[in-house]
């Protein structure tokens, strides 16, 4: 089946220095989309990429999607405290799974003052 | 307007009781997905229904798990007997047309001992 991993697993970061996880696919993806869990909490969606080589901006992260729609990144410049959280991707297949959105293993990150 | 609602939050059970956890989605949405996260294994899906229809059940872990959807607005995942390997963070989910974003309650927390 489909599968998604994500690396690193866990990242610690000082507050200001940027931070980047990465998202692979063992198939090629028809969409991905990034969710934030907060400590304690439940994912929130973040956004959506449906193109091949898509960027997309939210004010200090940028999601990328690559030419070959196996693979997907999200990149947060000068993080604060509140970035503070798990970063999922998740996505869909082009063929079969119907509306079956696979999870990645998810990037921990933590951001010290 | 209100998010997915579940209930319990949290349930401590012994091993060998059933457990029910049971979920609202959001009105209008035609997609309710149950997710499971663990450490060990991060979030998977465990199955979704279409209009109230199991579509893919695929990653119910076994026949101790079953689950429900009487109606649009209300779905039941049921554990029986327990064991201590199902603690988890259970999540519902719902979503307006399965292509879109993933609506996620806030989990219940369920211990086994």
């Known amino acids: 089946g489909q599968q998604v991993m994500q690396i690193p697993q866990y990242q610690h970061v000082q507050e200001g220095e940027d931070f980047t996880t990465y998202c692979n696919s063992s198939?090629?993806?028809?969409?991905i989309q990034w969710y934030k869990q907060r400590p304690g909490g439940h994912p929130v969606f973040l956004i959506q990429?449906?193109?091949?080589?898509e960027v997309k901006k939210q004010k200090r992260l940028t999601f990328q999607f690559g030419e070959a729609k196996k693979n997907s990144s999200l990149h947060i410049t000068a993080t604060q405290t509140t970035d503070v959280g798990t970063y999922f991707c998740?996505?869909?297949?082009?063929?079969?799974?119907?509306?079956?959105?696979?999870f990645g293993t998810g990037t921990q990150l933590k951001v010290e003052l | 307007d209100a998010g997915v609602i579940q209930s319990p939050r949290h349930e401590v059970t012994e091993m060998g009781q059933e457990v029910t956890l049971r979920c609202k989605p959001i009105?209008?949405?035609?997609?309710l997905f149950w997710y499971r996260q663990t450490m060990m294994r991060g979030l998977e899906l465990l199955i979704y229904?279409?209009?109230?229809?199991?579509?893919?059940d695929s990653g119910m872990p076994e026949d101790r798990f079953s689950a429900k959807m009487p109606n649009a607005s209300f779905s039941t995942l049921k554990i029986q007997p327990s064991e201590p390997r199902d603690s988890a963070v259970y999540f519902c989910?719902?979503?307006?047309?399965?292509?879109?974003?993933?609506?996620f309650g806030e989990g219940s927390w369920l211990t086994v001992v």
């Open positions: 198939t090629t993806l028809s969409n």
């Open positions: 009105s209008g949405h035609d997609y």
């Open positions: 998740a996505g869909r297949g082009l063929t079969g799974g119907g509306n079956k959105l696979t």
């Open positions: 229904f279409n209009n109230n229809v199991p579509i893919d």
């Open positions: 989910a719902s979503s307006p047309t399965g292509l879109n974003t993933i609506y």
């Open positions: 990429l449906v193109k091949s080589g």
